[in-house]
């Protein structure tokens, strides 16, 4: 029997995926998550064969959860579950080396297979993703304007960066405006779309 734990923020999707999951005879939905934390706790619980989640959840990505369990080595298998065909989501998923990345409009019965094979030790891809590699840009941020721009994203003031960086006010303002320049965009919403967008932050 293959364990699976389900994380979605989205309640009908979360639903369906795992009535669906539980018509078959080989896979237990062993718990279901509607945000990070939780599916943290939920996986540190049941401890599943197979971990389903979201990329974008509240508290918490999909990502950062693969990441986590990489680095305690932890033995359950990540296949992460998207809207976004982003080369920069791809990429970190690749250099987190999960087990699995599909998009959401895949046919149930590939995700279905997608579990057995990565149970099975298989590396599963999206075919459209595929193309998403070819298309990878070279992400042109510094990791420090990356920081600044995520913590502008969630709505932080230059004066809070400020605090939260342990930096000063004229440094973040430069991070923030060559962050502008390097995106080819004229303000600090725009960088933080085309930042978001392409999955750099």
């Known amino acids: ?83 976004f065909a982003r080369p920069g989501y791809l990429q970190k998923a690749i250099d987190t080396q999960v087990d699995g990345y599909l998009l959401k409009e895949e046919p149930i019965d590939f995700l279905i297979e997608a579990i057995r094979s990565v149970k099975n030790g298989e590396r599963v891809l999206s075919t459209d993703l595929a193309a998403a590699l070819f ?33 000063t006010d004229g440094t973040v303002r430069n991070y923030l405006s060559s962050a502008i320049q390097k995106l080819e965009v004229t303000t600090r919403q725009q960088a933080i779309e085309k930042a978001k967008n392409k999955g750099w932050i």
Do not use: F
């Open 1 to 83: 029997m293959i364990r699976v734990v389900i994380a979605e923020d989205q309640k009908m999707l979360r639903g369906a995926l795992t009535s669906l999951l539980k018509l078959e005879d080989d896979i237990e939905v062993v718990a279901e998550a509607a945000d990070g934390l939780a599916a943290w706790d939920a996986i540190m619980e049941y401890q599943p064969d197979v971990c389903l989640l979201d990329i974008e959840m509240p508290s918490m990505s999909g990502l950062e959860i693969a990441e986590k369990l990489k680095q305690e080595n932890h033995l359950s298998k990540v296949i992460i579950v998207t809207t």
């Open 135 to 167: 298309l990878k840009e070279v992400n042109p941020l510094t990791e420090r304007e990356m920081d600044v721009l995520r913590l502008a994203k969630k709505g932080m003031t230059t004066r809070e960066i400020v605090k939260a960086l342990y930096l």
